[in-house]
């Protein structure tokens, strides 16, 4: 996924001259070609973020579209104030590409491991957050963000995850996706989340549970009119996310089922991290497991939601 995402902004700065990239102390070889063909659109800047957020956003100021790219905890808690003052306030066309959003780098403990990095942007105003499922979402999305107004957060995955999404709907920023219709129960997740989510739809099919999926891969701004309609006609909604349960998609989600008001109203759960940090290593996978971010974990409480 990360190797797509940064391959198109090469791309694109090869046909665009407002296009520049910047990296934080990425490693050898991160973009050698951008680098060698186009050196004055190409910064490999120290371990310094709140010095690069200050200059990506003077490069904005000036006409470019800056791509910005180091590990999401880095580019997210390290330089909020920057973020915040300086993309947020002044809106400026700089997209914030993190590696590795929520536990990927689970080998290197909870310094490294983005459980917040949603909460953390959806703070701010101006401020789009996107969480592709796949590669192939990833493609459809980076041409999208060249002309989208403002900064924007993209949340990179590990890589290599399951191809789930087709090109059957255009992707569109600020849009919703069913992946499953059902008239039991509906899952809304984001991101990578995806997986578990129809296995845990299939599953509860064989149960007769009739399950539906909304995926959502743009949580800043939240498609409220649609996520409203899906979740009308369900008595049971759940969602899941690598995140922290605090600020994240489950919350916005929250947000929305408590103003609306349903009569009768939904039985609602929400799966993610809890207000921890995680203290085990691992792999990505069984940390996920550990909070329970997982198809059993989703097909046992649409099961408890359901009686």
């Known amino acids: 996924m990360r190797k797509l995402c940064l391959e198109k902004v090469y791309e694109f700065a090869k046909n665009d001259e407002r296009i520049f990239f910047m990296g934080s102390d990425l490693g050898f070889g991160t973009l050698n070609q951008f680098k060698e063909e186009i050196p004055g659109r190409f910064l490999m800047e120290g371990v310094n973020e709140a010095n690069i957020i200050g200059i990506a956003a003077g490069l904005a100021l000036e006409g470019r579209i800056v791509y910005v790219n180091t590990i999401a905890t880095f580019i997210t808690r390290r ?113 990578v989340t995806l997986k578990a989510s129809l296995d845990a739809a299939d599953t509860l099919k064989q149960q007769g549970i009739s399950t539906a999926v909304l995926h959502v891969p743009t949580v800043k701004p939240l498609d409220t009119t649609a996520l409203l309609e899906h979740m009308a006609s369900v008595p049971v909604v759940v969602t899941i996310e690598e995140h922290t349960l605090m600020g994240g998609l489950g919350s916005a989600v929250a947000e929305i089922v408590a103003e609306a ?43 408890v939601l359901s009686q």
């Open 79 to 191: 330089c909020f104030e920057q973020v915040v003052l300086d993309l947020g306030l002044h809106n400026v066309n700089v997209r914030l590409i993190g590696n590795g959003g929520g536990v990927v780098y689970a080998p290197l403990g909870p310094t490294h491991l983005a459980i917040d990095d949603i909460a953390i942007l959806r703070a701010i105003p101006n401020m789009t957050i996107v969480a592709p499922a796949d590669e192939a979402e990833m493609g459809r999305l980076m041409p999208l963000t060249v002309e989208h107004p403002g900064p924007m957060y993209i949340r990179l995955g590990k890589g290599n995850e399951p191809i789930l999404t087709t090109d059957d709907i255009p992707f569109a920023i600020g849009k919703v996706f069913p992946m499953r219709e059902g008239s039991d129960a509906l899952i809304i997740t984001t991101g």
């Open 261 to 303: 008001n349903f009569n009768p109203s939904k039985r609602f759960k929400r799966i993610g991290i809890p207000d921890v940090f995680p203290d085990k290593y691992g792999a990505q996978l069984d940390v996920m497991a550990r909070y329970g971010i997982s198809a059993e974990k989703l097909v046992a409480v649409v099961e």
